[in-house]
């Protein structure tokens, strides 16, 4: 059974590798770090392969959590510059 890619999960990786803390992103996500961890858990079961490695003192991206990561926020930097957009794109159809 192939797990689904779940846009939300992706922008949590994203604000976790950005801050380098699970409890700093779920702050700044405003999700509870149960949550946040259990979004973590399904995306690198999306993936196969673990993306992080979590620290006492917060989180290192593995090989494959860094190359996966510019692919994300790559993903990520386009949803946001959409919804952005959406406005604009109703007010002027």
Do not use: W, Y
Not at 27 to 35: F, G, M, T
């Amino acid at each position: 059974m192939q797990t689904i890619l779940v846009f939300d999960d992706l922008r949590a990786f994203v604000v976790v590798a950005q801050s380098q803390s699970i409890s700093q992103a779920a702050a700044k996500l405003d999700l509870a770090q149960p949550a946040l961890s259990r979004r973590l858990m399904r995306l690198e079961k999306c993936v196969g392969t673990r993306l992080i490695d979590r620290k006492s003192r917060g989180i290192t991206l593995t090989q494959e959590g860094r190359t996966f990561f510019k692919d994300a926020q790559g993903a990520v930097s386009a949803v946001v510059t959409m919804e952005k957009n959406l406005p604009s794109f109703r007010h002027n159809h």
